[in-house]
């Protein structure tokens, strides 16, 4: 399953979303830990336990926006 991830730079931190999911989106003050966040709440839409893999693609990299592609793989 691919989806595309968007990670905004605000002021106090950056907000990340799956655009494809309503409702797909978390804040935190931290890049790292907000890419983890949207990662782990994607996979819970998705019904899947903490056992999964996916790969992660840069697409568009700017001073106010990262945006991913990812494939999440289902475990077996």
């Given at each position: 399953?691919?989806?595309?991830?968007?990670?905004?730079?605000?002021?106090?931190?950056?907000?990340?979303?799956?655009?494809?999911?309503?409702?797909?989106?978390?804040?935190?003050?931290e890049y790292?830990?907000?890419?983890?966040?949207?990662?782990n709440l994607?996979?819970?839409?998705?019904?899947?336990?903490?056992?999964?893999?996916?790969?992660?693609?840069?697409?568009?990299?700017?001073?106010?926006?990262?945006?991913?592609?990812?494939?999440?793989?289902?475990?077996?």
């Amino acid at each position: 399953m691919t989806f595309h991830i968007e990670i905004k730079k605000n002021i106090d931190g950056y907000t990340a979303s799956v655009p494809s999911i309503k409702g797909c989106e978390v804040w935190d003050k931290e890049y790292e830990v907000v890419l983890n966040k949207i990662i782990n709440l994607l996979a819970y839409y998705l019904k899947f336990d903490k056992d999964f893999t996916y790969r992660l693609d840069i697409i568009q990299n700017t001073k106010e926006l990262v945006s991913y592609t990812i494939n999440i793989f289902k475990p077996a």
